[in-house]
């Protein structure tokens, strides 16, 4: 299927993943019987999906939204802070640091944010963009949805200054020096 009914199909297929991650994270908290490796886990198994997903959708699905759609500037720029909120909820549900009660609370908010961002994505705003947007606009979306390589933003290291990666970074290139995996210092 190649025509414009088939696509959000990669993105669809992106977002079954999630709710296959949100389903077993949702079993560990009702069970509350495995330790909390089990949950942090599954949540940087939820990251990784929603690095790569966020990004795609703001890359290639946004601008289709942004020209296509009614008020379609605030929608794409609504679901942006959604996928900043999403984030937020996922650093804190992942920051160790935190009391177990609050780590809980922003796992169960995080549940119920990306649950209804999904569901909103599927049941309103994908097949809103299958009726407005051009059929050759739909088939070039998922053409480079298919065809985005995995990315993974840098993240930042608990506990270094902000800017200490870009600072390691000049100084290693200035000295020569390589300090790891391509070429990035910690």
């Not at 299927?1 to 709710?19: V, W």
């Not at 996928?83 to 937020?88: A, E, M, N, P, S």
């Not at 177990?100 to 209804?116: M, Y």
């Not at 705003?125 to 050759?136: G, I, K, S, V, Y």
Request: proline share 10%.
């Amino acid at each position: 299927m190649n025509g414009p009914e088939a696509f959000p199909s990669e993105l669809c297929a992106e977002h079954r993943a999630m709710e296959t991650v949100l389903r077993r994270l949702a079993g560990i908290r009702a069970d509350s019987g495995p330790g909390p490796d089990d949950d942090l886990r599954l949540l940087h198994a939820l990251r990784e999906l929603l690095d790569r997903h966020h990004t795609v959708e703001e890359e290639y699905v946004h601008p289709l939204v942004r020209r296509y759609l009614p008020a379609g500037g605030a929608l794409a720029d609504a679901a942006v802070h959604t996928h900043t909120t999403i984030r937020l909820l996922t650093d804190r549900a992942l920051d160790r640091r935190l009391p177990p009660g609050e780590r809980h609370h922003a796992i169960d908010t995080l549940l119920l944010v990306l649950r209804a961002h999904l569901r909103g994505e599927e049941d309103r705003l994908f097949p809103a963009l299958r009726l407005r947007a051009p059929a050759e606009e739909l088939r070039r979306c998922s053409r480079r949805v298919r065809e985005a390589p995995p990315r993974n933003p840098p993240r930042p290291v608990w506990g270094l200054p902000p800017g200490t990666g870009a600072i390691a970074a000049v100084r290693d290139h200035l000295t020569g020096h390589d300090s790891g995996e391509n070429g990035r210092s910690p």
